[in-house]
């Protein structure tokens, strides 16, 4: 697929001017979308919480999504296709859905069509025999189109490519054009969107797709400055020499094209899934997020560990996209590293880990494959696939229909590069501490939670101030660091946190000491942070947990230390302040830990989380490495314990060979009752337990990477 919908350190985030012609608008199912103007852009109702009867049906739980990109110089394509094995592979690996490709990123078609080009070297309907064969199976066949990908209409027509602001041509991973050999990107706001909708239609009329799949629809996040892009912003209002103003222009073309390829699936399939592939990322604007909610059946989260996600992505973007009202479906590949990456197959424990976290996240999986040209499955790869897949669909009873139990919430930072690392950091923190917590924006309800974390950066307007008192009043409890919490213009706070502003930190080095009298554990030691923070003093109401050291001086030529100066003598200033609901960090101690991962800025933030959320849902003993988390169904409480180690054995990529087991893990489960049972699922063994203030204790005899412990009648 090679989407760009994924997380890095430093990389994240119709309608055309003119028409082809009216067999292609014919064909395709749609009419063109006259014009929005700026202040238009986000008036689409929210999706419906629930899909509508006689409409979608749901997902299968066991998915592969088949990806085909094929050079046309590449010869004898499909020359080792036989259907019935294609398909007799895919059901022996307990397989019950696969995505395959009506056109692929080099612009072929796979099929007999009239309005594109079969790939040159393919001589029969491998589309139309995938479909047949798979239904033979009971297997699900949603189909693949690639859209702002498509390298012969880009070599054949230059007036429909994407540009940069500066006038270059924009292309997968920045490249595109012949010295590249990338793929050049094209823009929907040109007549290729026409001939798209074609195909389009032309597949989901002459086959019976059970859904379709539109692929890498993102542009470069500054938008497109192509003429007709450029030309509309005029019209529109907008000006092409803001960033801020490309912006808003790319999600209305990206919103009007979504519509139209998506209303030509609810015309010829209205019972299909619809998905399109690229809005729904982790930092998506939160407005066009939900926006793009209306052109989806479903939510699914691409994140291939081994390629540019890694591994915090996935839990991470589940924990955000889950509660957006959608079915949501995970997607790890069957590689090494990612898409395309022929000669290789993903470690079982890897692949078993990567489906296992997809469970224990309240969604369904999925697995890429990339199709050899010759047209024949890899075995090798399932026989990987199958082991884990079948014991996917044997705990399935479990996770069909299961949510994810949280009590605390995150608010999502979307300031660059800094913002990405506060998400990940208090991610990382929450996971290593087992709490559970969804990632939420803004608009989030927030009395659905026990305690929000506002990190490091959250300065406040009014909405949100307004919004977060009548929080705090109506009993809920804050954490925030740095700047959360302050004004706009960053001189005072404007929430109840028991101090005061003064300043940003004046020094170079900035150094913590937590107070005897709140120890609580800790080390008498004086600590770094890494990053320096504000200088706060606290006032009525508040109590200083921790305090700032200065040191001996700020390097200069002539005074001279190597890393950070020593600790040399205590401030008046607070590092740590609690009131009764609040607990407040003076450094930004959130993407610090992401960034240099030391241990005492997640104690610190535990110290914290016992102040204000006392009796955590889930309490489990064991290493740092062992996550747990919590779904339901409606009358069990589901406890997901996965310990598999990702190890850093390249430069680039993180590597799980291998299963760790750990024993008799004492887990106790916070509960309005007592349960009637509680056993280990699939194994249906039973489980001693007790109940002791409020919980459900229990004992794991052993976790060998996953286990499902199942409180029945709750």
């Given amino acids: ?236 209002g907008f000006d092409s020499r803001k960033q801020e103003d490309r912006v808003k222009h790319m999600h209305l073309v990206m919103e009007r094209t979504m519509q139209r390829l998506v209303a030509i699936a609810r015309e010829k399939r209205p019972k299909a899934t619809y998905f399109v592939n690229g809005p729904l990322n982790l930092r998506q604007d939160p407005k066009f997020l939900r926006q793009s909610l209306n052109d989806m059946t479903h939510i699914e989260i691409e994140s291939l560990p081994g390629g540019l996600w890694g591994y915090n992505y996935f839990p991470m973007a589940a924990r955000r996209l889950r509660n957006l009202g959608l079915e949501t479906r995970g997607m790890t590949g069957a590689f090494h590293r990612s898409w395309g990456d022929f000669g290789t197959v993903r470690n079982q424990a890897a692949l078993d880990y990567e489906c296992y976290s997809m469970l224990a996240q309240a969604t369904m999986c999925s697995v890429g494959d990339h199709l050899h040209p010759g047209g024949r499955l890899n075995g090798i790869t399932y026989d990987r696939v199958g082991r884990t897949y079948r014991s996917v669909a044997a705990k399935e009873p479990w996770c069909r229909g299961a949510k994810a139990v949280t009590e605390i919430a995150s608010l999502m930072t979307y300031e660059g590069t800094d913002g990405v ?32 974390i506002l990190p490091d950066s959250h300065q406040l307007d009014n909405d949100l101030q307004g919004k977060l008192m009548a929080y705090l009043n109506g009993g809920g409890r804050l954490i925030l660091s740095d700047k959360s919490g302050l004004d706009p213009a960053g001189e005072r706070f404007v929430l109840p946190v028991g101090a005061e502003y003064m300043s940003r930190w004046k020094f170079e080095d900035q150094y913590l000491e937590v107070l005897d009298s709140e120890r609580n554990g800790f080390p008498h030691m004086i600590e770094i942070a890494y990053e320096t923070g504000a200088a706060v003093l606290p006032v009525s109401g508040g109590t200083s947990i921790a305090r700032c050291w200065r040191a001996y001086f700020d390097k200069e030529y002539d005074h001279f230390q190597v890393e950070q100066t020593p600790p040399s003598q205590p401030t008046e200033y607070s590092a740590m302040v609690a009131t009764s609901n609040t607990v407040y960090f003076a450094t930004p101690i959130f993407r610090t830990y992401a960034r240099f991962g030391y241990s005492f800025y997640r104690d610190l933030v535990a110290n914290a989380m016992r102040r204000l959320l006392a009796d955590p849902l889930i309490v489990a003993e064991g ?18 314990l996965l310990n598999y180690i990702p190890e850093r054995r390249t430069p680039t990529l993180d ?37 002791v203030n409020g919980y459900a204790e229990t004992v794991v005899p052993i976790l060998a990477g996953h286990q499902m412990v199942v409180f029945e009648g709750v």
């Avoid at 290493?623 to 997901?640: D, F, G, L, Y």
């Avoid at 509960?671 to 699922?681: D, E, I």
Wanted: glycine share 8%; hydrophobic share 35%; with cysteine.
């Fill in 1 to 236: 697929m090679m989407s760009q919908t994924r997380v890095s350190r430093r990389n994240l985030l119709k309608g055309s001017l003119a028409l082809a012609g009216t067999q292609i608008l014919a064909l395709a199912g749609g009419e063109q979308a006259t014009a929005q103007s700026p202040t238009d852009q986000y008036t689409v109702a929210a999706p419906p919480t629930t899909p509508e009867k006689g409409h979608y049906t749901g997902l299968p739980f066991r998915h592969i999504h088949l990806d085909f990109h094929t050079s046309p110089a590449i010869t004898g394509v499909g020359k080792d296709f036989d259907p019935a094995e294609f398909a007799t592979t895919l059901q022996q690996a307990a397989v019950n859905s696969i995505t395959i490709f009506a056109k692929c990123h080099h612009g072929m078609a796979y099929y007999p069509t009239k309005i594109g080009v079969q790939h040159p070297n393919l001589s029969f309907d491998l589309l139309g025999q995938m479909i047949e064969a798979c239904h033979r199976k009971d297997i699900r066949t949603p189909v693949y189109i690639s859209t702002l990908y498509d390298q012969r209409a880009w070599r054949e027509h230059g007036d429909w490519r994407a540009l940069n602001a500066d006038g270059s041509e924009e292309g997968h991973r920045g490249g595109a054009g012949p010295t590249k050999a990338q793929l050049g990107r094209l823009c929907v706001n040109t007549p290729y969107l026409d001939y798209l909708s074609a195909m389009a239609g032309e597949v989901l009329t002459n086959y019976e797709a059970d859904g379709i799949f539109y692929d890498n629809f993102l542009y470069d996040p500054t938008g497109c400055s192509c003429a007709a892009c450029v030309a509309e912003r005029e019209h529109l």
């Fill in 421 to 452: 690392d506060s998400d990940l950091g208090i991610a990382q923190m929450l996971t290593q501490l087992r709490h559970q917590f969804d990632l939420i924006d803004a608009e989030a309800d927030f009395n659905k939670y026990k305690l929000l």
């Fill in 623 to 640: 290493p740092s490495t062992m996550q747990a988390t919590v779904t339901e169904q409606s009358s069990r409480r589901i406890v997901h």
């Fill in 655 to 691: 590597i799980v060979e291998d299963v760790n087991p750990l024993r008799d893990v004492k887990i106790r489960l916070r509960m309005s009752g007592r349960p009637a049972k509680v056993y280990l699922a699939p194994e249906r063994q039973d489980l001693k337990f007790t109940c």
